[in-house]
């Protein structure tokens, strides 16, 4: 004759699923989400950038580092904010340039939805403007393509830690901009038109105000920025990544 043997309380839990522990399951078995945290240890990340082998690298890099997988891939900063909200990843990887939407408001869009994310800009732009504007947004790290694999892995540990993760080379930019003359949003209004190459009358007529009234703002850019005339001015603003041709 044979026994059945008895299954104890721990046998018959579920095992710990591969992404975070359901509600329903949390509230069922109160141990599992506790366990299961402290065993499943993998960093899920999404990437998005609108380049595909940027993508592509970035993946790979992902793939072959133990601890860490690709959750999704985003092409544009819309499809980026979809897609978080699909999978809610544990840190993303955004590049600040795309189409659609940009980073930066991209960034904006999901830290309002949820305040707990975890976003590092990884883009080519190292501008104190772009700085600034990527981590005001609610980035907790940024990053240049120019990083090494190391420190790319390291910065997605320390901000899934909790962490920011500010180089010494940005944050030397950052305290640039923070300690250089802002412009008013009058100023970067009349800047970007410049930019595009219209005159003052031309500026004046957009914006429907006087050429006098430009004259003084142009002025006022011009000492801002360090310039000595528009073209340097120009010049000055695509560098800090106040404007982008």
Known sequence: MTTKRKETNSQLQPKCPKTRVPF???????????????????????????????????????QYTTGIE????????????????????????????????????????????????????LTTYDGDEDIYRGLSAGARGYLLKNVTRQELIEAIQRVHAGQKYIPAEVGARLSERMSSPQLTERERQVLLLITEGKNNQEIANALNVSEGTIKFHVNGILRKLGASDRTQAVLVALKRGIANL
Do not use: W
């Not at 949390?26 to 989400?33: C, D, E, F, I, M």
């Not at 299961?36 to 380049?51: G, K, N």
């Not at 980026?80 to 659609?100: G, I, N, S, T, Y």
């Open 70 to 121: 690709t959750v999704a891939e985003a092409s544009t900063g819309a499809e980026a904010v979809v897609l978080f909200r699909q999978h809610q990843p544990d840190v993303v990887l955004m590049d600040l340039k795309m189409p659609e939407m940009g980073g930066v408001e991209a960034i904006a869009t999901i830290r309002q939805e949820f305040a707990n994310a975890h976003i590092i800009v």
């Open 24 to 62: 329903s399951l949390s509230t069922r078995y109160p141990s599992l989400s506790a366990r299961c945290t402290m065993s499943d240890t993998t960093i899920r990340v999404l990437i998005a950038d609108d380049h595909p082998i940027v993508r592509s690298g970035l993946a790979m890099i992902i």
